[in-house]
T-cell receptor, first 114, second 113 residues
Framework: DAGVIQSPRHEVTEMGQEVTLRCKPISGHNSLFWYRQTMMRGLELLIYFNNNVPIDDSGMPEDRFSAKMPNASFSTLKIQPSEPRDSAVYFC????????????FGPGTRLLVL | QQQVKQSPQSLIVQKGGISIINCAYENTAFDYFPWYQQFPGKGPALLIAIRPDVSEKKEGRFTISFNKSAKQFSLHIMDSQPGDSATYFCAASIGGNDYKLSFGAGTTVTVRA
């Protein structure tokens, strides 16, 4: 079984550019999460979808960040315009239910904004 | 600020030894406490989880101890192996599920052969 798939795995961009991160959750999972991981702030939940609907985006740091889930098998996290402080590893995770089944994390996208 | 405080930041243990990681929380509404294991270059993976109706849960060499009155929980890795070298995160959530997890800062465990 393929796990959560994220692309790209690495992204280097210049400040002010638009960045789009992509995620394919595990088939059959109905919850999807986007996280950001940095040394300073650890693992932060950015946004959570259930059945393709955004449920909680309180962790999205600024209006420069947006996330969509047009269908059950695809989600994007977009940063526009990007800034150096956005440099981090971004993880997508999916879960079969909300009831303690565990979140299945993808391999992450390492973003560097110059 | 983090709602779950984790310590130590790192630890080194000899092969066969016991690794102990501690976490503390303030929000008494938390009712689900999972531990995640992360290897370099990989995403975290669920290791073991506990709910506050039990004081201990064991899965193989991994044991969670939970002290509700002290608002603390810990992970014990028995007979630590080099393959256990990873970063371990405790987490907590409300509602008995892993919907909105608050993660600790992580503990990097190194097991020396």
């Amino acid at each position: 079984d393929a796990g959560v798939i994220q692309s790209p795995r690495h992204e280097v961009t210049e400040m002010g550019q638009e960045v789009t991160l992509r995620c394919k959750p595990i088939s059959g999972h109905n919850s999807l999460f986007w996280y950001r991981q940095t040394m300073m702030r650890g693992l932060e939940l950015l946004i959570y979808f259930n059945n393709n609907v955004p449920i909680d985006d309180s962790g999205m740091p600024e209006d420069r960040f947006s996330a969509k889930m047009p269908n059950a098998s695809f989600s994007t996290l977009k940063i526009q315009p990007s800034e150096p402080r956005d440099s981090a590893v971004y993880f997508c995770a999916s879960s079969p239910t909300e009831s303690g089944g565990g979140q299945y994390f993808g391999p992450g996208t390492r973003l560097l904004v110059l | 600020q983090q709602q779950v405080k984790q310590s130590p930041q790192s630890l080194i243990v000899q092969k066969g030894g016991i690794s102990i990681i501690n976490c503390a929380y303030e929000n008494t509404a938390f009712d689900y406490f999972p531990w995640y294991q992360q290897f370099p270059g990989k995403g975290p993976a669920l290791l073991i989880a506990i709910r506050p109706d039990v004081s201990e849960k064991k899965e193989g060499r991994f044991t969670i101890s939970f002290n509700k009155s002290a608002k603390q929980f810990s992970l014990h890795i028995m007979d630590s192996q080099p393959g256990d070298s990873a970063t371990y995160f405790c987490a907590a959530s409300i509602g008995g599920n892993d919907y909105k997890l608050s993660f600790g800062a992580g503990t990097t465990v190194t097991v020396r052969a």
